[in-house]
C-alpha cells in the first residue's frame, strides 16, 4: 500500500484499476465505541436491547445478534434487563419511559449529539424557538426535536425554511450528519430571515473530514464507489456529495459491485459511511483489486 496526501493508494497490478482507499472511510469514532460497548454488555450472560438498529448496516446487526445483541422498535419490546441508546440519542422522554419500567439503560448517545440536544434544551429554557435542519425522519433529529421544546420546527431544505415566519429569539441547529454545503445555505438564508438569531454548527468534524476527503479523491478518479447500507443516512450524503462531481454507486457489499461500474476506467476512488465496518470495505477492495 501506498501513501499519498493522506489518502491510501492501491495500486492494481493485475488489472488496469488504480483503486484509492480513503483513509477515513467507516466506523466513526462514537459508532466505534457503541459497538465495543453492547458487545462488552452482552458477555455479562444477559441479553441486550437496543432502541433501534444500533448501527445502520444490516451485516453488523446480524453481528451483534449472534453475540445476543438485539434491536428492537420500542422500549415496551424491550424483555431484558439492558436497553442500549444508540448513538442517534433520543428525547428525554424515552429515556424516563424506560428507567420507569426498571430497565438498566446504557446510553451510548453520541457525544457531539448530546451537545446538540444540550443546545436545544437550553435554548427553549429561554424562550428562544429552535429550528433545526436536517432529516426530519432521522432518530437524530427526531431525538433532538424532543429537547428542543412545543415550538421547535425541523426543515430539510432553503424552501422549507423560506416558509417559516421566524422572530427573535430563534436558534439554528443542523444534524450533526448533514452536508457542509447545503448547512452553509440555510445558515445564509437563516440569517436573512432573522438577523438576530443565533447559529451553532454543530456539525461532527469527522463528518466534515469524511465529506472533504471523498471530495478531494472524487476530483482525482473517473468513477468513485460509496459503501453502506440503503438506511444510513450518512452514506446517503456522502453518495450526493460524490456525484455531483463524477459517476458514484452505492454498494452494500462486494456482491453489489458490477462490470460496468468501472467501464472505461482507469482509477476509482472508494469511500464508506460511518456505518460501514472495516471488514466490508475490506471486502469491496479485495473485489475490486481480483477483478472478480
Given at each position: 500500500m501506498i501513501k499519498l496526501s493522506g489518502i491510501a493508494v492501491l495500486p492494481e497490478v493485475l488489472l488496469k484499476l488504480e483503486v484509492v482507499l480513503a483513509r477515513h472511510?467507516?466506523?466513526?469514532?462514537?459508532?466505534?465505541?457503541?459497538?465495543?460497548?453492547?458487545?462488552?454488555?452482552?458477555?455479562?450472560?444477559?441479553?441486550?436491547?437496543?432502541?433501534?438498529?444500533?448501527?445502520?448496516?444490516?451485516?453488523?446487526?446480524?453481528?451483534?445478534?449472534?453475540?445476543?445483541?438485539?434491536?428492537?422498535?420500542?422500549?415496551?419490546?424491550?424483555?431484558?434487563?439492558?436497553?442500549?441508546?444508540?448513538?442517534?440519542?433520543?428525547?428525554?422522554?424515552?429515556?424516563?419511559?424506560?428507567?420507569?419500567?426498571g430497565l438498566k439503560v446504557i446510553d451510548c448517545t453520541c457525544p457531539r449529539v448530546r451537545r446538540v440536544q444540550e443546545l436545544a434544551?437550553?435554548?427553549?429554557?429561554?424562550?428562544?424557538?429552535?429550528?433545526?435542519?436536517?432529516?426530519?425522519?432521522?432518530?437524530?433529529?427526531?431525538?433532538?426535536?424532543?429537547?428542543?421544546?412545543?415550538?421547535?420546527?425541523?426543515?430539510?431544505?432553503a424552501g422549507e425554511l423560506d416558509k417559516l415566519e421566524l422572530q427573535e429569539p430563534t436558534v439554528l441547529l443542523v444534524q450533526t450528519t448533514a452536508s457542509k454545503e447545503d448547512f452553509a445555505a440555510i445558515k445564509a438564508l437563516f440569517l436573512e430571515k432573522v438577523p438576530g438569531g443565533k447559529v451553532f454548527d454543530t456539525l461532527c468534524p469527522e463528518t466534515g473530514l469524511k465529506q472533504d476527503e471523498a471530495i478531494a479523491i472524487a476530483e482525482s478518479v473517473d468513477t468513485m464507489v460509496v459503501v453502506g447500507s440503503a438506511t444510513s443516512a450518512n452514506t446517503g450524503t456522502m453518495v450526493e456529495i460524490c456525484r455531483r462531481l463524477k459517476p458514484t454507486y452505492?454498494?452494500?457489499?462486494?456482491?453489489?459491485?458490477?462490470?460496468?461500474?468501472?467501464?472505461?476506467?482507469?482509477r476509482v476512488g472508494v469511500t464508506a459511511g460511518a456505518s460501514t465496518p472495516d471488514w466490508t470495505i475490506k471486502e469491496v477492495v479485495e473485489r475490486m483489486e481480483k477483478g472478480d
Amino acid at each position: 500500500m501506498i501513501k499519498l496526501s493522506g489518502i491510501a493508494v492501491l495500486p492494481e497490478v493485475l488489472l488496469k484499476l488504480e483503486v484509492v482507499l480513503a483513509r477515513h472511510a467507516g466506523f466513526c469514532s462514537g459508532v466505534r465505541k457503541a459497538v465495543v460497548t453492547v458487545l462488552a454488555a452482552s458477555k455479562e450472560g444477559t441479553e441486550v436491547y437496543t432502541l433501534g438498529p444500533l448501527v445502520h448496516n444490516e451485516m453488523v446487526g446480524q453481528y451483534l445478534a449472534e453475540h445476543g445483541v438485539y434491536s428492537v422498535s420500542s422500549v415496551e419490546e424491550a424483555t431484558g434487563p439492558v436497553l442500549v441508546i444508540r448513538t442517534h440519542g433520543v428525547a428525554p422522554a424515552v429515556l424516563e419511559k424506560a428507567r420507569s419500567r426498571g430497565l438498566k439503560v446504557i446510553d451510548c448517545t453520541c457525544p457531539r449529539v448530546r451537545r446538540v440536544q444540550e443546545l436545544a434544551a437550553e435554548a427553549a429554557a429561554t424562550g428562544a424557538r429552535v429550528v433545526i435542519f436536517g432529516d426530519p425522519s432521522h432518530p437524530e433529529v427526531a431525538g433532538i426535536a424532543g429537547w428542543a421544546g412545543d415550538g421547535a420546527a425541523v426543515v430539510s431544505s432553503a424552501g422549507e425554511l423560506d416558509k417559516l415566519e421566524l422572530q427573535e429569539p430563534t436558534v439554528l441547529l443542523v444534524q450533526t450528519t448533514a452536508s457542509k454545503e447545503d448547512f452553509a445555505a440555510i445558515k445564509a438564508l437563516f440569517l436573512e430571515k432573522v438577523p438576530g438569531g443565533k447559529v451553532f454548527d454543530t456539525l461532527c468534524p469527522e463528518t466534515g473530514l469524511k465529506q472533504d476527503e471523498a471530495i478531494a479523491i472524487a476530483e482525482s478518479v473517473d468513477t468513485m464507489v460509496v459503501v453502506g447500507s440503503a438506511t444510513s443516512a450518512n452514506t446517503g450524503t456522502m453518495v450526493e456529495i460524490c456525484r455531483r462531481l463524477k459517476p458514484t454507486y452505492r454498494v452494500a457489499g462486494a456482491g453489489d459491485l458490477k462490470p460496468h461500474f468501472f467501464t472505461g476506467c482507469r482509477r476509482v476512488g472508494v469511500t464508506a459511511g460511518a456505518s460501514t465496518p472495516d471488514w466490508t470495505i475490506k471486502e469491496v477492495v479485495e473485489r475490486m483489486e481480483k477483478g472478480d
